[in-house]
């Protein structure tokens, strides 16, 4: 038999028993246990719920609030520890999975990863070339055009001043493609087709440099690639003279190579300059004092100049009464060869790092 009093009296115990033993619980896996063992099926809560049938009808109620109230206290009380327990788990990762950046600079056992131990690498120095002389030429006014390194036979040849079947073709060993009628499609041979192509835009005048990739069929040797790079000039106006083309080179060699460098042209012949001439610098490697690179000259070549030929300017739609240019181009690859007293131009495309890293 049971009574309210006595059910009252146990309620009492069974509460401060109960938050005793949750208030002791150390990690949430004991809380769930002990949880269990106080709210649980099995628990003296439950067993007393099952004994409140005795009771009669007005203190059944009254006893059954109690136990509800409880009930309720003591999980009100668990979940109040399975914050802090949650809380204080929360921390305790914090701190032992934070990265200790620090580590990096003032580690005591490892050595400091300093910045200089991991190269970041640089540009290659046939990039570098590039770079410079794009910018030694903005310096002096012109622009920077690119076109493609796929051409027709039309930019590359024909619109240049060469029929099919021109004997000076034969000074470009080409590679062509398996596209179109034969040998219409083709790795360009020089950057000289851009020229084309920014004379047929008819944006007038034309102060321009154009950078790129070119292709011949060569095997590659200590002086010659298949692939390398160039840099054509193009300058078109009215009134431009062979005195304003001379004059261009020597400022871009003095501003390139540096103060006491100059430029000079010999007679030569290119199908799309009229009259041609070849330029040839101060030799950078002993200043003109002549030594190995230079064969004791002095002077280096560099590239082909020339008065953009009238046939061209017709080609291109320019009328070559009023306007005149002149153009010009070399090696990119060829002049960091020569630049860096380069025996062998493969070491160019090798790739080794320990060449590379010198520049
Ligand atoms: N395209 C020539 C070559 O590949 C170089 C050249 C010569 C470019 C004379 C020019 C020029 O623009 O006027 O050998």
Redesign the pocket.
């Known amino acids: 038999m049971t009574d309210i009093q006595t059910i009252r009296s146990t309620l009492a115990n069974l509460r401060s028993d109960g938050e005793t033993r949750l208030g002791g619980v150390a990690d949430l896996e004991t809380l769930a246990e002990v949880e269990r063992s106080i709210l649980g099926k099995r628990s003296a809560l439950a067993g007393l719920g099952a004994a409140l049938k005795d009771l009669a009808g007005s203190e059944r109620a009254e006893a059954g609030q109690a136990l509800q109230q409880t009930r309720q206290a003591l999980s009100d009380f668990a979940r109040q520890v399975r914050d802090e327990l949650d809380r204080r788990d929360a921390e305790r990762r914090l701190v032992e999975e934070r990265l200790d950046l620090s580590e990096i600079a003032c580690g005591s056992r490892r050595p400091p990863l300093a910045a200089s131990s991991r190269s970041a690498g640089h540009l290659h120095l046939v990039t570098q070339t590039r770079d410079e002389l794009e910018e030694t030429f903005i310096s002096m006014g012109f622009d920077v055009v690119e076109g493609p390194e796929v051409e027709t036979d039309w930019y590359n040849f024909e619109a240049?001043n060469m029929p099919p079947d021109h004997p000076a073709r034969g000074?470009?060993d080409t590679l062509y493609l398996r596209l179109g009628s034969p040998e219409t499609v083709l790795l360009r041979?020089?950057?000289?087709p851009v020229?084309v192509r920014l004379m047929s835009k008819g944006d007038l005048p034309i102060y321009s440099v154009m950078p790129g990739r070119?292709y011949r069929r060569d095997t590659p040797d200590a002086r010659h690639l298949p692939v390398f790079h160039?840099i054509?000039?193009?300058v078109v106006d009215e009134g431009i003279t062979f005195g304003d083309m001379a004059g261009v080179i020597e400022v871009f060699t003095e501003a390139f190579f540096g103060e006491g460098m100059h430029s000079r042209l010999r007679p030569?012949f290119?199908p799309?300059?009229e009259p041609?001439?070849e330029f040839e610098v101060t030799c950078p490697i002993c200043a003109g004092a002549g030594c190995r690179t230079c064969s004791g000259s002095g002077w280096i070549e560099l590239?082909?100049?020339?008065m953009?030929d009238p046939n061209v300017f017709t080609a291109t739609g320019i009328d070559p009464e009023r306007y005149s240019g002149?153009?010009?181009?070399?090696?990119i690859d060829r002049l960091a060869q020569v630049r860096t007293s380069l025996a062998d131009m493969r070491a160019l495309l090798d790739n080794d790092v320990r060449f590379l890293s010198q520049f």
């Open positions: 240049l000074m470009w041979t020089h950057t000289s020229q070119c160039q054509e000039g193009l030569s290119f799309f300059t041609s001439a590239g082909g100049c020339g953009v002149f153009a010009f181009g070399f090696g």
